[in-house]
T-cell receptor, first 109, second 115 residues
């Protein structure tokens, strides 16, 4: 079946450094790629998304890139802060949403 | 605007028992989704309601799971009888339109533990 692979599963970075999370999807019909952030004990929340007709999108310290040919998309967080610590899920949507397995990001002070 | 709510937040039951999870979507959202996350793995789609109709239930693991949305408002997900592998966090989400690209708003989840 269709799937989304997400790497790494855990990521620890020093406060102020950048973090990158990568996802690969299998369904070439996927045309929408949201990213969700789930803080400890809270609900997953959409933080940024990108559509297949765009290669890159930025919102303050976070950015997403999409390479449709390679079926890769990535989340980039710059100048990381303690409040960025959370589990991040990528997803790819064709007819339904397929999530990655999540990345636990820890920001070390 | 009130968010998606789920009840209970936690449930611990023994194998063979029955559990019913409830989801209240955002008011006015016709689309309601159920998902499950087994520890450390991906959030997996279970099913999708449009109003009271099951649009897609291809993710339901087996016939021990029954989802309903009578009246097209809140939804329940019943597991009967529960098995050990049913443990995980069950999320509900809702969206206004049926478009697959419409933002889905998640509830806080119900953590189910089957002993």
């Amino acid at each position: 079946g269709e799937n989304v692979e997400q790497h790494p599963s855990t990521l620890s970075v020093q406060e102020g450094d950048s973090a990158v999370i990568k996802c690969t999807y299998s369904d070439s019909a996927s045309n929408y790629f949201p990213w969700y952030k789930q803080e400890l004990g809270k609900r997953p929340q959409l933080i940024i998304d990108i559509r297949s007709n765009v290669g890159e999108k930025k919102d303050q310290r976070i950015a997403v890139t999409l390479n449709k040919t390679a079926k890769h998309f990535s989340l980039h967080i710059t100048e990381t802060q303690p409040e960025d610590s959370a589990v991040y899920f990528c997803a790819a949507i064709a007819s339904k949403i397929i999530f990655g397995s999540g990345t636990r990001l820890s920001i070390q002070p | 605007e009130a968010g998606v709510t789920q009840f209970p937040s936690h449930s611990v039951i023994e194998k063979g028992q029955t559990v019913t999870l409830r989801c209240d979507p955002i008011s006015g959202h016709d689309n309601l989704y159920w998902y499950r996350r087994v520890m450390g793995k991906e959030i997996k789609f279970l099913l999708h309601f449009v109003k009271e109709s099951k649009q897609d239930e291809s993710g339901m693991p087996n016939n021990r799971f029954l989802a309903e949305r009578t009246g097209g408002t809140y939804s329940t997900l019943k597991v009967q009888p529960a098995e050990l592998e049913d443990s995980g966090v069950y999320f509900c989400a809702s969206s206004r339109s049926e478009s697959s690209t419409d933002t889905q708003y998640f509830g806080p989840g119900t953590r189910l533990t089957v002993l």
